[in-house]
T-cell receptor
Framework: SAVISQKPSRDICQRGTSLTIQCQVD?????MFWYRQQPGQSLTLIAT?????????ESGFVIDKFPISRPNLTFSTLTVSNMSPEDSSIYLC??????????FGQGTRLTVV | GESVGLHLPTLSVQEGDNSIINCAYS??????FIWYKQESGKGPQFIID?????DKRQGQRVTVLLNKTVKHLSLQIAATQPGDSAVYFC??????????????FGTGTLLAVQP
């Protein structure tokens, strides 16, 4: 199984600022995924990040708001830009190994005030 | 294909009883389903999976049943323990136009085990 580390684990940010979340995997993976989990709700896929190409965003998410970097096969970042209180959420990184099994980081709990 | 819902359904069971958590999925082309357990403050943890060509799979204390006719998935936990208290999510795997797989999550169920 893959071990995924996310930083920061939590943060409280002022509205209008940006936060970059880091995701580090202990092995090389082709695809990394970023999810949002709003309070009391399920996980919603934000985008898929492949190394060497631009991220693919799901409906309702745009690159200007959630820019993603994928500089190598073990690392990715997600930036939440120009934050508002509605962005308060848990942000999760995941990777797949084998055909489909997905492993998740512990998440980043973001509160925007 | 995004999950919606403002409130998690809750299943309350007594310690030692069996638990059954249900999930409806939406995409008949989904080829793979996974159950995840999420404890407070942690990311989802893989429990068990099942491929679309199967209707039952058993693990340690857990069984997943798949009914493709009605697009229904269930997770059965035998002899539920306090440590099983968590939110449980089903997820369906969808192939996105070729090589990319992505997971679409259900709304989740909060399992509360009473001692």
């Amino acid at each position: 199984s893959a071990v995924i580390s996310q930083k920061p684990s939590r943060d409280i940010c002022q509205r209008g600022t940006s936060l970059t979340i880091q995701c580090q995997v202990d092995s090389q993976v082709t695809m990394m995924f970023w999810y949002r989990q709003q309070p009391g709700q399920s996980l919603t896929l934000i985008a898929t990040a492949n190394q060497g190409s631009e991220a693919t965003y799901e409906s309702g998410f745009v690159i200007d708001k959630f820019p993603i970097s994928r500089p190598n096969l073990t690392f990715s970042t997600l930036t939440v830009s120009n934050m508002s209180p509605e962005d308060s959420s848990i942000y999760l990184c995941s990777v797949t190994q084998g055909a489909t099994e997905a492993f998740f980081g512990q998440g980043t709990r973001l509160t925007v005030v | 294909g995004e999950s919606v819902g403002l409130h998690l359904p809750t299943l309350s069971v007594q310690e030692g009883d069996n638990s059954i958590i249900n999930c409806a999925y939406s995409n008949s082309a989904s080829d793979y389903f996974i159950w995840y357990k999420q404890e407070s403050g942690k990311g989802p943890q893989f429990i068990i999976d099942i491929r679309s060509n199967m209707d039952k799979r058993q693990g340690q204390r857990v069984t997943v049943l798949l009914n493709k006719t009605v697009k229904h998935l269930s997770l059965q936990i035998a002899a539920t323990q306090p440590g099983d208290s968590a939110v449980y999510f089903c997820a369906e795997n969808i192939r996105d136009g070729g090589a990319t797989n992505k997971l679409i999550f259900g709304t989740g169920t909060l399992l509360a085990v009473q001692p």
